[in-house]
């Protein structure tokens, strides 16, 4: 049977030296830290034992297939189908309560001073099943706002699959490094907005950026709706607020636009500004991300302008195109 693996051997030997630090400074912190692993376990004992989604797909008497899930997901989306596997149930439930632990733990780590040498290797930790979160919300959005003829989706269904399987994502080796690295690169980015179209803003990126988002802003730049993703992932504002600005500076002859003055105008106008700028990179980017996702799906449903994809969606998508195509040149 396929199994979930509760810790990693890294993540196992990082509690344990947490235990052993909280044992001897806080009774109360330790039982508690204790409690959460012990959920955390229990957790994914229930979800191994339930059995394999590929159990349903894999010559399934039914008829259910990979093609069946797609059609599931892009006709219902994940929230409406009731008969999901319980393996995928228990299993995201299991990734939130392990996200839980590791955050208790950076968060005592601040006022805990034998934790303060294992804040770096908590928070690592903690991002990572954050992301694994992350995949799974990319993983359903893009499959369910599928057309059901894209050559990618039956890749994107079974990784899917396997995700619930391991509760790992196949691309997050690929795009969740590249996505953090992009985070923490627009934060070095002058607060200058400019003329909002990005260009010099994405050319000072580019230094820092590997051959994967080079390769993926060339190909997909002209595709439409990608270049209006980068610029709400860039700017941390939506597609209409960034409209509004540039309305604001064409009306009023300005060239140039800080992002104090921009934030200050949105909230004059009673919009909501995406960046808060509370809580790790991870946090803001997951954050925007879900933010970005949402907006995107209310322009999908009323046909409006602007992105019907967050750019996450876009590269995960050109990244399956991209295994798509070497595997026909092979």
Not at 58 to 64: C, E, F, K, L
Not at 313 to 328: D, K
Request: proline share 2%; glycine share 6%.
């Amino acid at each position: 049977m396929r199994q979930i693996s509760t810790f990693t051997q890294t993540e196992s030997d990082l509690l344990d030296r947490c235990e052993a630090v909280l044992r001897e400074s806080s009774v109360n912190l330790y039982t508690h830290l204790q409690a959460l692993r012990s959920d955390v376990r229990l957790l994914s004992e229930i979800a191994n034992r339930s059995p394999s989604p590929n159990q349903d797909f894999d010559g399934a008497i039914d008829g259910r297939s990979w093609r069946t899930l797609a059609e599931k997901l892009k006709n219902q989306g994940i929230d409406a189908v009731v008969n999901l596997p319980v393996k995928a149930v228990v299993g995201r439930s299991f990734l939130v309560s392990k996200l839980h632990l590791f955050g208790f733990l950076e968060k005592i780590s601040h006022t805990q001073h034998g934790l303060a040498s294992l804040l770096p290797s908590i928070e690592d930790s903690y991002h990572n099943t954050l992301f694994d979160l992350m995949a799974e919300d990319l993983y359903v959005s893009v499959i369910s706002e599928s057309k059901g003829e894209e050559q990618w989706l039956h890749r994107a269904t079974e990784e899917l699959i396997r995700m619930w399987d391991y509760r790992t994502s196949v691309n997050k080796s690929e795009f969740a490094p590249n996505l953090r690295k992009l985070w923490a690169a627009r934060h070095t980015i002058v607060p200058v907005l400019g003329t909002l179209m990005g260009t010099v803003e994405l050319m000072r990126l580019s230094f820092g950026l590997s051959s994967v988002w080079h390769s993926f802003i060339i190909s997909e730049a002209k595709k439409e709706g990608m270049t209006h993703a980068l610029e709400e992932y860039l700017f941390s504002l939506s597609y209409e607020q960034i409209g509004l600005l540039r309305g604001y500076m064409r009306d009023q002859g300005v060239a140039a636009i800080s992002r104090s003055q921009a934030h200050e105008l949105l909230v004059a106008c009673g919009e909501s500004v995406f960046e808060k700028g509370e809580g790790s990179s991870a946090i803001q980017l997951y954050r925007s991300f879900l933010q970005r996702q949402t907006l995107a799906k209310g322009r999908r449903l009323t046909g409006s302008k602007g992105p019907h994809r967050s750019l996450e969606e876009y590269f995960l998508i050109y990244l399956w195109e991209a295994e798509e195509r070497e595997e026909a040149n092979r």
